[in-house]
């Protein structure tokens, strides 16, 4: 008897153990769903949070965006005037320029035309003062022979 109570003891423990075993496995799984949705819930939690982030940082980027666009608009208006206002500048002090040499070559060439007039009249003026110095000479030289001839003889 001793061995069957110990047998039907044993069998009721091992049904004990079973339904012990179903129990915690029912409330593990319990656990772990709960646990599981809660990671869910997390993971579900922490997307909305990135993804309210990522909204923010895109509005921010995109006012940003058109800030630096306006920017770069702006800047490249006021190069383009800027640039209209340096042309206009070098073109007016170009044509200035050309005015200059123009009126300096005019200048230059009277300049050239009057020293080679002048060259020309001197060397001709030289000519006829060579030729009436060389007779005025040749002249005073027979006067002085004749002086002397006169004087002499």
């Not at 915690?24 to 309210?52: A, G």
Request: aromatic share 10%; glycine share 0%.
């Amino acid at each position: 008897m001793y061995m069957m109570r110990q047998s039907c003891q044993t069998s009721i423990s091992c049904v004990e153990v079973e339904y012990l075993l179903k129990a915690h496995e029912s409330c593990l799984t319990t656990l772990i769903e709960n646990v599981d949705m809660r990671n869910d819930e997390r993971v579900t939690n922490q997307c909305r949070t990135f993804d309210y982030e990522i909204s923010k940082i895109h509005d921010v980027v995109k006012d940003r965006r058109e800030i630096f666009e306006k920017l770069v608009y702006e800047t490249e208006a006021s190069l383009e005037f800027k640039v209209k206002d340096l042309r206009d500048l070098i073109s007016t002090k170009v044509k200035k320029l050309d005015n200059y040499c123009v009126s300096v070559n005019k200048k230059v060439d009277v300049v050239a035309s009057e020293r080679t007039r002048l060259i020309e009249y001197l060397t001709a003026f030289n000519k006829d003062y060579y030729n009436d110095l060389k007779d005025k000479t040749e002249k005073d030289v027979k006067v002085f022979e004749k002086i002397e001839n006169f004087l002499s003889g």
